[in-house]
């Protein structure tokens, strides 16, 4: 299996433009998490997916986030419109049930709002 | 929700050291996992331990569930070893939290 995969591995935006982030997880995972990591917050989770359906989204940060899984090997969050603050590694991860096994992280999105 | 607590923060070692990093969570867990964030940013996952002791190559780990902690063991360090050292748990909800993670230099 090649992992989860994350696209693009980077990405530099003006202000106020849309950013979309995209995920591939593991063939057969249930589960699909993306997660934000800055140096003043460390990894926060923002939201996750279990089946499809989304789960929990109480770390996405404002209105201005959201996250969707049209089906079971891809996902992308959506920033709208972006703010510089937003600037972080976004991070993909998939695992089995309850992350039995253990989790797999994809690469990241390095993301810088100008 | 469950917290994780990570010791030391920081941690500078001789090249030949050895070293243990601590990870204390708050309630029961299902899963543990290590990871090493490398100068790269990239997440690598070193060891899955919910119980018991694993070992891979200079690297070894210990998670006493019910005490609530975890132990990483790094022996003979290497400069390539430098980099963030992560704790994460996850519980019923599947949900996986991570610690605020121990920096290591490890100079030549």
């Known amino acids: 299996d090649a992992g989860v995969i994350q696209s693009p591995r980077h990405e530099v935006t003006e202000m106020g433009q849309e950013v979309t982030l995209r995920c591939k997880p593991i063939?057969?995972?249930?589960?699909l998490f993306w997660y934000r990591q800055t140096m003043m917050r460390g990894l926060e989770l923002l939201i996750y997916?279990?089946?499809?359906?989304?789960?929990?989204d109480s770390g996405m940060p404002e209105d201005r986030f959201s996250a969707k899984m049209p089906n079971a090997s891809f996902s992308t969050l959506k920033i709208q419109p972006s703010e510089p603050r937003d600037s972080a590694v976004y991070f993909c991860?998939?695992?089995?049930?309850?992350?039995?096994?253990?989790?797999?992280f994809g690469s990241g999105t390095r993301l810088t709002v100008v | 929700g469950i917290q994780v607590e990570q010791s030391p923060p920081d941690l500078i070692l001789q090249e030949g050291a050895n070293s243990t990093l601590r990870c204390n969570f708050s309630?029961?867990?299902?899963?543990l996992q290590w990871f090493h964030q490398n100068p790269w940013g990239q997440l690598i996952n070193l060891f899955y331990?919910?119980?018991g002791t694993k070992q891979n190559g200079r690297l070894s780990a210990t998670t006493v569930a019910t005490e609530r902690y975890s132990l990483l063991y790094i022996s003979s360090s290497q400069t390539t070893d430098s980099g963030v050292y992560f704790c994460?748990?996850?519980?019923?909800?599947?949900?996986?939290?991570f610690g605020q993670g121990t920096t290591l230099q490890v100079k030549p």
């Open positions: 994460a748990v996850s519980g019923n909800t599947g949900k996986l939290i």
């Open positions: 991860a998939s695992s089995l049930f309850r992350g039995a096994g253990g989790y797999t």
């Open positions: 997916f279990n089946n499809n359906v989304p789960i929990d």
């Open positions: 309630d029961s867990v299902n899963n």
């Open positions: 331990i919910p119980s």
């Open positions: 063939s057969g995972h249930d589960y």
